[in-house]
Every structure is written in C-alpha cells, then in structure tokens.
C-alpha cells in the first residue's frame, strides 16, 4: 500500500508544468457523492462531505492552462437493502489527482475538463449498526473524468480568489470483488474554493 501511495504522490508532482512560473496555493471545498449499484433494487443516496488540498496551474497561452489539484476527500453514500431489509451508508477516504485543461471564456469565467485519479485509503460501511471495513472490496485506484465551470475574481485583494463547481464521475466498475448489489459506479458534485499565490 505504502509503494502504490508513493507512486500516487510522484505523478501527482510529475504533472505539475515544469516551470518555474505558476499559480499554486490551498483548495478546499464541498462535495455531494454517491455510489450506484447496477441491481437498481438496491437504492443508494448522496451524502455530503469534505476535502481539502492543493492546487498548481500553470498557462499555456493566454486563454488556455492546465490545472493539477492534490487533496484529501471524504465521500460516501447512503443505501437501502430492497424491501427495506436493512439500511446504511459507506464512508470512504480518498487522495485524489485530478489534471485538468481550463479555458477562460470571458473576463474571469471559465471551463475545465480532464481525467481524475482517485487513490483509495479507506472505506468503511455502517449498516444496521455493525461497521465493517470494506476497502478490499474496491480497486486501489478509480479512474474518472471531471467536467467543471469556474470565476475566477481578477481584481482587489481577492484577485487569486476562484470558486469552481465540478461533476466527476467514475470511468470503471469501483468494486473488484463482486457485491450483491452487482457493480459499483461513483459519482460526484463538488464545490470549491481556492486561493492562488503567483510565482510570476
């Protein structure tokens, strides 16, 4: 586990811009997750958590750079058993890596996409009282896709200011080992806040 960390946080470094010259600082922010099962018998819920890191940004022309962004986050889901069998939710921990291209459409809004890196640490299910660690169910690694909208605020005291929504959403099944309620696909709105100091 601690081989697969390490290499988790050496490509995160890797992608930042070789350059000198970039924007980076502290991010934190929201998010809304859930887990859904394909046996659509099984319902599942969003649950609101946390996560906070960092970010660094670099430009590539006047319109157009490339974000990378390295924090912690708390994500879950509720679920409910069918015929009301039983009920509880799922608590995960996750390092996560997105890179992400971002376009300025006007003045200070912007676009951004990219593919996301979501490096598991733990997962832990409540259901009917009784806590199990359920890590070993889910790969190590769930692979994702971001697509946000952002503003950035460009002038005043408040210049390195942005706040961007973004949807992510699980490119493979997150469970390697089979569960009852079939596969597992993760999805996720987050809302975040960050402050960049400039290099430049």
Same mark, same amino acid.
């Given at each position: 586990?601690?081989?697969?960390?390490?290499?988790?946080?050496?490509?995160?470094?890797?992608?930042?811009?070789?350059?000198?010259?970039?924007?980076?600082?502290?991010?934190?922010?929201?998010?809304?997750?859930?887990?859904?099962?394909?046996?659509?018998?099984?319902?599942?819920?969003?649950?609101?958590?946390?996560?906070?890191?960092?970010?660094?940004?670099?430009?590539?022309?006047?319109?157009?750079?490339?974000?990378?962004?390295?924090?912690?986050?708390?994500? +879950?889901?509720?679920?409910?058993?069918?015929?009301?069998?039983?009920? %509880?939710? !799922?608590? &995960?921990?996750? /390092?996560? $890596?997105?890179?992400?291209?971002?376009?300025?459409?006007?003045?200070?809004?912007?676009?951004?996409?990219?593919?996301?890196?979501?490096?598991?640490?733990?997962?832990?299910?409540?259901?009917?009282?009784?806590?199990?660690?359920?890590?070993?169910?889910?790969?190590?690694?769930?692979?994702?896709?971001?697509?946000?909208?952002?503003?950035?605020?460009?002038?005043?005291?408040?210049?390195?200011?942005?706040?961007?929504?973004?949807?992510?959403? +699980?490119?493979?099944?997150?469970?390697?080992?089979?569960?009852?309620? %079939?596969? !597992?696909? &993760?999805?996720? /709105?987050? $809302?975040?806040?960050?402050?960049?100091?400039?290099?430049?």
């Amino acid at each position: 586990m601690k081989r697969k960390l390490l290499f988790f946080l050496a490509l995160g470094l890797s992608a930042i811009p070789a350059s000198a010259q970039f924007n980076f600082g502290p991010k934190a922010g929201l998010n809304l997750s859930r887990e859904s099962f394909s046996k659509k018998s099984y319902t599942t819920t969003s649950r609101i958590g946390f996560f906070l890191g960092l970010f660094a940004r670099d430009s590539i022309s006047g319109s157009l750079s490339v974000q990378v962004d390295l924090y912690y986050s708390q994500e +879950g889901t509720g679920e409910m058993l069918p015929g009301g069998l039983g009920s %509880g939710h !799922i608590t &995960t921990g996750n /390092l996560e $890596l997105p890179v992400l291209v971002r376009y300025r459409v006007v003045s200070g809004e912007y676009v951004e996409t990219g593919p996301q890196f979501n490096y598991l640490l733990s997962s832990r299910e409540n259901f009917n009282g009784t806590t199990d660690n359920i890590r070993g169910y889910y790969h190590a690694v769930n692979p994702c896709w971001a697509l946000g909208v952002g503003y950035q605020i460009g002038s005043g005291a408040t210049r390195g200011v942005s706040l961007d929504l973004r949807v992510v959403l +699980g490119l493979i099944p997150a469970n390697k080992n089979p569960v009852e309620g %079939g596969t !597992i696909r &993760t999805s996720d /709105l987050a $809302l975040g806040l960050q402050y960049g100091f400039s290099s430049r």
